[in-house]
Each structure stands twice: as structure tokens, then as C-alpha cells.
């Protein structure tokens, strides 16, 4: 099993900046991917953006530009730091983990952007 804690979420202006923080711990040899997607109040929830145990990332063409994925692998915790927020990315962020065993998920972080 793979247990995924983030923080990092809030309310921000619009133009602002927060960095949401996932870290994982448990079986992390199993781990293929990890990432972060998210659910806008009333929708489903889709892909903002992951990386690869190799290091290749992949985001939603609505945050290119704007939203960073990193890792640390010392501290086995992924970063998406997010600049220039809009109100239409507010949602409840969910960091995920694709594994040889299936996938996880994190309780979530609410993110509220206003204009």
C-alpha cells in the first residue's frame, strides 16, 4: 500500500501563487507515476499534472505555463507549484500515485482562487 498526505491549499486572489505538497510513504518501490489531479465543484475529476519514476511530466494544457510538478526524492514528497491562479482552478486537488499495484489516492486540498 501507498499512503499520499497533502497540504499546501487555500484561498488565494487571482495572479497569486500556492504550492501544494504531496508525501508519500509505504510501498514506494511500487510506485510508477505520481501526480496530482483535481474536481471542480460539480464536475468530475481530471488531470492537472504527473511524473514518472523517470522524471518525464505531463500537464493539462489548461496549467502549461503556469503549473510546475516537481520532486523530491529524499523526502519521497511531490510539489505542484501553481502561479498566475485563476478562479476557474478552484477545486479539491487530489494527489494520486500509480502503482504496480493499483492506484492511490490522497484526501484532497481545497483550493479557492477569487477574482
Known amino acids: 500500500q501507498v499512503q499520499l498526505v497533502e497540504s499546501g491549499g487555500g484561498l488565494v486572489q487571482a495572479g497569486g501563487s500556492l504550492r501544494l505538497s504531496c508525501a508519500a510513504s509505504g510501498s514506494l518501490f511500487s510506485i510508477n507515476a505520481m501526480g496530482w489531479y483535481r474536481q471542480p465543484p460539480g464536475k468530475q475529476r481530471d488531470l492537472v499534472a504527473t511524473?514518472?519514476?523517470?522524471?518525464?511530466?505531463n500537464y493539462a494544457d489548461s496549467v502549461k505555463g503556469r503549473f510546475t510538478l516537481s520532486r523530491d526524492n529524499a523526502k519521497n514528497t511531490v510539489y505542484l507549484q501553481m502561479n498566475s491562479l485563476k478562479p476557474e482552478d478552484t477545486a479539491v486537488y487530489y494527489c494520486n500515485a500509480d502503482t504496480r499495484f493499483g492506484n492511490y489516492w490522497g484526501k484532497g486540498t481545497l483550493v479557492t482562487v477569487t477574482s
Open positions: 511524473i514518472t519514476r523517470g522524471g518525464s511530466t
